[in-house]
């Protein structure tokens, strides 16, 4: 008992310490959740913020608000708002978003995985966010971090993750805003692949006495997961995710479609396939 107190104390000591608020995108996914327990072990007060643009894997929101109510019982609370723009969908053309659009399977740096990208989706996610972390300094007075989960590997295959297309677009906010000084763009996994990224959620995780089990069996990165909520773990996302927890020697507490030990080899097999086509000379 005197444990989990002292444990409680030195978190709200590091609040204190270090109260600037910080503004995140979050999915429900493996990244946006690394780096909300990321800042919450940094003592940020955390606004996050998500948005519901007709994504077929809209169990990532409903497994987000479990991991919300999960932080909440151990004195973690965040502002969150959910940001509705289903009504996009109709104007997107991307196999994210349209039912009779297959998404494909296979290495997330393949060809094929380029049918994933939603037109603008980061430029239009981060602009609402811009908005509302300007928003917060506004009303507080505060300088405000605007905080985005955007990795290396996302580099090849969505350009709106790339480090060029954020110096523009936060350059482009600045030029449109008064204030705009007191908005800095953190990106924290820039460089980071997604077992590094891994890696530090579980520091974050000890850190916050939180149980990391729990926290990433309250996510989804699988972009068409059946009814149940389980990927078969043959889409790129579910490829990078799969290899960063068997990287790390640890077993995924997501339910899959198949056991564990086939979906790791499954996706051993197709990270093999895509290197040793990579490097096959053309015909």
Same mark, same amino acid.
């Given at each position: 008992?005197?444990?989990?107190?002292?444990?409680?104390?030195?978190?709200? &000591?590091?609040?204190?310490? %270090?109260?600037?608020?910080?503004?995140?995108?979050?999915?429900?996914?493996?990244? /946006?959740?690394? =780096?909300?327990?990321? =800042? $919450? %072990?940094?003592? @940020?007060?955390?606004?996050?913020? /998500?948005?519901?643009?007709?994504?077929? @894997?809209?169990?990532?929101? #409903?497994?987000?608000?479990?991991? +919300?109510?999960?932080?909440?019982?151990?004195? $973690?609370?965040?502002?969150? @708002?959910?940001?509705?723009?289903?009504?996009?969908?109709? +104007?997107?053309?991307?196999?994210? *978003?349209?039912?009779?659009?297959?998404?494909?399977?296979?290495?997330?740096?393949?060809?094929?995985?380029?049918?994933?990208?939603?037109?603008?989706?980061?430029?239009?996610?981060?602009?609402?966010?811009?908005?509302?972390? $300007?928003?917060?300094?506004?009303?507080?007075?505060?300088? *405000?971090?605007?905080? +985005?989960? *955007?990795?290396?590997?996302? @580099?090849?295959?969505?350009?709106?993750?790339?480090?060029?297309?954020?110096?523009?677009?936060?350059?482009?906010?600045?030029?449109?805003?008064?204030?705009?000084?007191?908005?800095?763009?953190?990106?924290?996994?820039?460089?980071?692949?997604?077992?590094?990224?891994?890696? &530090?959620?579980?520091?974050?995780?000890?850190?916050?006495? =939180?149980?990391?089990?729990?926290?990433?069996?309250?996510?989804?990165? /699988?972009?068409?997961?059946?009814?149940?909520?389980?990927?078969?773990?043959?889409?790129?996302?579910? *490829?990078?995710?799969?290899?960063?927890?068997?990287?790390?020697?640890?077993?995924?507490?997501?339910?899959?479609?198949?056991?564990?030990?086939?979906?790791?080899?499954?996706?051993?097999?197709? #990270?093999? #396939?895509?290197?040793?086509?990579?490097?096959?000379?053309?015909?």
């Amino acid at each position: 008992m005197n444990g989990r107190s002292n444990q409680t104390d030195n978190r709200q &000591d590091n609040r204190q310490e %270090a109260a600037r608020p910080a503004v995140v995108c979050l999915s429900g996914g493996m990244d /946006s959740t690394s =780096l909300l327990v990321h =800042l $919450l %072990a940094r003592g @940020h007060d955390v606004y996050g913020i /998500s948005f519901d643009y007709g994504q077929k @894997h809209r169990v990532e929101l #409903e497994r987000l608000q479990a991991n +919300l109510e999960y932080l909440e019982q151990n004195d $973690l609370g965040i502002s969150w @708002h959910l940001v509705d723009l289903k009504s996009l969908s109709h +104007l997107l053309h991307s196999a994210l *978003v349209n039912e009779d659009w297959d998404v494909p399977t296979g290495h997330y740096e393949e060809a094929n995985m380029k049918a994933t990208v939603v037109p603008n989706r980061n430029a239009i996610f981060a602009s609402i966010a811009y908005a509302y972390a $300007l928003s917060i300094h506004g009303r507080t007075g505060r300088p *405000v971090e605007l905080c +985005l989960g *955007v990795h290396a590997g996302d @580099h090849a295959i969505y350009p709106d993750c790339r480090p060029e297309f954020y110096q523009a677009i936060h350059h482009a906010f600045a030029l449109g805003n008064w204030d705009a000084e007191q908005v800095s763009l953190e990106l924290p996994y820039l460089a980071a692949n997604k077992g590094a990224i891994l890696e &530090d959620a579980v520091r974050a995780c000890a850190d916050l006495g =939180l149980d990391f089990e729990t926290i990433f069996r309250n996510t989804c990165t /699988s972009y068409q997961p059946d009814s149940a909520g389980r990927s078969h773990g043959m889409t790129g996302s579910d *490829v990078e995710r799969i290899l960063a927890f068997h990287q790390l020697g640890r077993r995924d507490p997501l339910d899959y479609q198949q056991p564990w030990d086939d979906v790791v080899a499954q996706a051993l097999q197709l #990270e093999s #396939e895509f290197r040793q086509a990579a490097s096959d000379p053309p015909a």
